[in-house]
């Protein structure tokens, strides 16, 4: 079944909420998205900062110790007007260089959908010709936390949350680690561009039209994030410092190899060892995301 939802209110935590509507196993939702700071399609103040979240939306049958599957069908700007920081973190570059970064300000976006790109509404003059091509993501996906915690969309976990992951993107399936009935999803946060790392605090902020499916993926024993793109499996770390994210996706990444495609331990060490790829997600906000890949294409002989 199709299902539009247009929300009117929004939470800024992960955890055991009401939900806002209840969905079956297969449903497509189509629903909306505040920006960062709360502002909707219009411009229009409907939530607050940090990363007000649509949601929770309660999948039936959904139980501890299930997977809840989102396979994201379409995620696309619905305004021209998008910003982002024009600062890199002082945490990201030699103590020796943080005093030459620049004051932390605002740089504002003019988005084009029909000709799929962002250019700078105020350029200085050394990036007037700055014209990027659009990659529509969600910065925020992520269910319940487990042990009835409320977690800040600031951040990130096993359940997911403030991932800021480039590859969370339409044609893709993200797996998540069902703790609460219902799994209670919650999606925000949209970027049209964005960076490896967030390293500026911000993607190209903006609201956005969804469309996901749900599926519940019945006593699939996962620990943290998994994906699936058109290329690649993948797994999402989500942990400081950042070698412990580093940890957590690559463990995930050699059960998952270990269940579904029978390589023990030796096996699939000898595999990743010369094919994995790592991103980098976010590393602005307390909680880093590394991602471990491995190309469907080497599994699939």
Same mark, same amino acid.
């Given at each position: ?28 939702? *189509? ?7 709360? =502002? ?17 939306? @309660? ?13 994201? /069908? ?6 021209? @007007? ?37 250019? /700078?509404?105020?350029?200085? +003059?050394?990036?007037?010709? $700055?014209?990027?091509?659009?990659? +529509?993501?969600?910065? *925020? ?24 992951? =480039?590859?969370? %993107? ?6 998540? +680690?069902?703790?609460? +009935? ?27 039209? %969804?469309?996901?499916? %749900? =599926?519940? /993926? ?5 620990? *943290? ?35 579904? @495609? ?12 010369? *094919? ?21 294409? $080497?599994?699939?002989?």
């Amino acid at each position: 079944m199709r299902v539009t939802f247009e929300p009117t209110a929004f939470e800024n935590s992960f955890g055991p909420y009401q939900a806002v509507l209840s969905l079956n196993s297969g449903d497509t939702l *189509c629903t909306t998205t505040l920006d960062s700071r709360g =502002r909707d399609g219009d411009m229009v103040v409907r939530g607050r900062a940090p990363n007000p979240l649509t949601g929770p939306f @309660y999948v039936e049958g959904a139980e501890p110790g299930d997977a809840l599957a989102v396979d994201l /069908l379409s995620i696309r700007p619905n305004r021209a @007007y998008g910003y982002s920081s024009d600062a890199v973190a002082a945490h990201v570059v030699d103590a020796t260089a943080v005093t030459d970064l620049p004051e932390r300000g605002l740089a504002e976006w003019a988005i084009d959908q029909a000709a799929n790109t962002a250019r /700078l509404s105020s350029p200085i +003059p050394a990036l007037a010709a $700055l014209e990027l091509p659009l990659s +529509p993501m969600l910065g *925020c996906i992520g269910v319940a936390p487990p042990g009835g915690q409320t977690i800040s969309s600031a951040t990130s976990g096993s359940y997911g949350g403030n991932m800021d992951y =480039r590859g969370i %993107v339409a044609g893709t399936t993200l797996m998540l +680690p069902v703790s609460e +009935p219902g799994a209670l999803l919650f999606v925000g946060d949209g970027h049209a561009v964005q960076g490896d790392g967030e390293i500026v605090g911000m993607g190209i902020e903006i609201s956005m039209e %969804v469309s996901l499916r %749900v =599926r519940v /993926l019945k006593r699939l024993d996962i620990r *943290c994030p998994r994906g699936i793109s058109a290329t690649s499996l993948f797994t999402l770390g989500n942990a400081r410092p950042m070698e412990q994210a580093l940890q957590h996706a690559t463990t995930e990444l050699l059960r998952w190899l270990a269940n579904d @495609y029978g390589l023990d331990a030796r096996a699939a060490s000898t595999l990743l060892g010369q *094919c994995i790829a790592y991103d980098v997600g976010n590393v602005f906000d307390p909680a880093y995301t590394v991602a471990a890949r491995i190309d469907r294409a $080497l599994l699939s002989r």
